[in-house]
């Protein structure tokens, strides 16, 4: 009986640490807001509608390198909005280049980051 149990608690395991890969990789990172440290890369958008974002791309994504990844800026304005890098985006910002990107539409407007 022991046996058992061990091999369930075994797969047990294995799907809670399989599922928090997944959730993992597919969460937004939030930003901290206006003069919050930023363990990666750190911009701050182009003004729109009177008001900037900013945003953080994470040491940890600059490493993984995930095919793609989504980035929420911080909430100015009652709203925020979310920033989409692919890989090679996040390979050019781990390589300490630079990259444009804009974000999506919140409250009738975007706006343009440039990273790195």
């Known amino acids: 009986m022991s046996d058992l149990l061990n091999r369930r608690d075994a797969l047990v395991g294995m799907c809670s ?18 003069g919050a440290s930023c363990d990666g890369v750190a911009a701050t958008s182009s003004t729109e509608s009177g ?31 979310t920033l989409a890098l692919n890989k090679a985006q996040l390979t050019t910002l781990a ?9 999506g539409a919140a409250e009738g ?3 343009s980051f440039t990273l790195g």
Not at 17 to 34: F, H, K, M, R
Not at 59 to 71: F, G, I, M, S, V
Not at 97 to 103: D, H, M, N, R, T
């Open 17 to 34: 640490a399989t599922a928090a890969a997944v959730l993992n990789a597919c969460a937004i990172s939030d930003a901290e807001g206006p």
């Open 51 to 81: 008001h900037t974002h900013s945003v953080c791309v994470p040491n940890a994504d600059l490493e993984a390198q995930p095919a793609t990844a989504q980035y929420r800026t911080s909430e100015v304005s009652g709203h925020s909005h």
């Open 95 to 103: 390589g300490g280049g630079s990259v444009q990107a804009i974000s």
């Open 109 to 111: 407007h975007s706006h």
